[in-house]
Every structure is written in C-alpha cells, then in structure tokens.
C-alpha cells in the first residue's frame, strides 16, 4: 500500500529535550515536506527537499532541522524543542511534476 | 495582507444544496491551485487541481480559477453530510516549489 508514515503519532515531551520525528514514503516521491498546522494559522511549511541531500526552508523553519539521507526518509528534528512548537506536523510527498501531496497522518506535539 | 484568504466559516448548507467555498491569493504570477479537504483529526488529501481560468469539473466538484481578479472556488454539487469538512485553498507561488494554505473553510452539511 502506498502511505506515508510518521513517528510517532503523539508525543509528549519537555523544553530543551532533543526529538526527532520520522518521516518514511513508499511511493519513491522525490520531494518531501514537512508542514506544522495551528488553529487560525493553518498549514505552514517549515523545510522541504526536492531529492536526496537537497533541502530547503519553507515559512517557518526557526528551531527545525531536517535531513534527506535516503530518498524515502525525511525526519524532522527540534534540537532543544520550546512550548511553542506544540503543534500538529503533517509530512507530504509527492513526485516531482505531479499534483498530487500524499500527507502523511500526521504528529500531535506537546512541549511542556 | 495573508498571501491565500479564506473565510473560516463554519459555512452550513442543507443536504443536496451546493456549497460555494472561495479563496483568494496575493501573488498575480502564481500559476497553480489545489483545493485539499481535512476531515477533522486526519491528514488533508486533494481533491482538486487547476492551472488555467474557467472551470474544472470532476464529478460534484467544480473548481473555478479567475487570475484576473486573484480567486479560485470550489463549488460542491448535490452536498452529503459526508462532505463536512474544513477545505483548504493551496497555491503554488510564482517560481517556488513552495505550497502556500489557506487557513480553510469549515463546511457542515445538515440532513
């Protein structure tokens, strides 16, 4: 079946205490992106990456830090996380040329 | 002035009426425009694209594009109580690979 998957789905944790969220795809989708949504604010990008060791910022990329190793992988990590990254994060790919971004089911965040 | 506006809602239509959802965008060169739907607690997933001006029709929805005026709509023909959900308004920005949302408009459907 064709998904994307992230990890973990929920997640509680304290200020300043590193985290990694992962991101995986099946689909071999060249581009990727991580996108964090808030009530009244919507859905923001904070970095995306076209291929393999190919990054870039979205609107809102203080305090993340991504990477792309491997083509089906794009983990999303906060190096010292702050009450105001509590959040949903939804991670997408799609193929480059199409329409179509596959979400991911997305990461409910809680820094306390 | 937000670069993709939509009004928030909740909009609330009778079963089998159509629903209008609209969406206006900041930047005059952007050449792409997608209308995803979110049902609450889950992830979005497209329902609709379109580049060029006029309508774009695909079973009960139509997408709507005037670049002239910098708006896109989504008409929802014959509405169920199953299409209640919050829609949001996407657009690919002139020379960016950036995605830019709309904040969404909440459309409940009553029986």
């Known amino acids: ?112 | 002035q937000k670069e993709v506006e939509q009004n928030s809602g909740p909009l609330s239509v009778p079963e089998g009426a159509i629903a209008s959802l609209n969406c206006t965008y900041s930047d005059r060169g952007s050449q792409s425009f997608f209308w995803y739907r979110q049902y609450s607690g889950k992830s979005p997933e497209l329902i609709m694209s379109i580049y060029s001006n006029g309508d774009k029709e695909d079973g009960r929805f139509t997408a709507q594009l005037n670049k002239a005026s910098q708006y896109v709509s989504l008409l929802i023909r014959d509405s169920q109580p199953s299409d209640s959900a919050t829609y949001l308004c996407a657009v690919n920005m002139r020379n960016t690979d950036k995605l830019i949302f709309g904040t969404g408009t909440r459309l409940q459907v009553f029986p």
Not at chain 1, 13 to 40: A, F, I
Not at chain 1, 58 to 77: A, C, H, M, T
Request: glycine content about 8%.
């Open chain 1, 1 to 112: 079946e064709a998904q994307v998957t992230q990890n973990p789905r929920y997640l509680i944790t304290v200020t300043g205490k590193k985290l990694t969220v992962t991101c995986s795809q099946n689909m071999n989708h060249e581009y990727m992106s991580w996108y964090r949504q808030d009530p009244g604010l919507g859905l923001r990008q904070i970095y995306y990456s076209m291929n393999v060791e190919v990054t870039d910022k979205g609107d809102v990329p203080e305090g993340y830090k991504v990477s792309r190793k491997e083509k089906r992988n794009f983990p999303l990590i906060l190096e010292s996380p702050s009450p105001n990254q509590t959040s949903l994060y939804f991670c997408a790919s799609s193929a480059i040329g199409t329409d179509t971004q596959y979400f991911g089911p997305g990461t409910r965040l809680t820094v306390l």
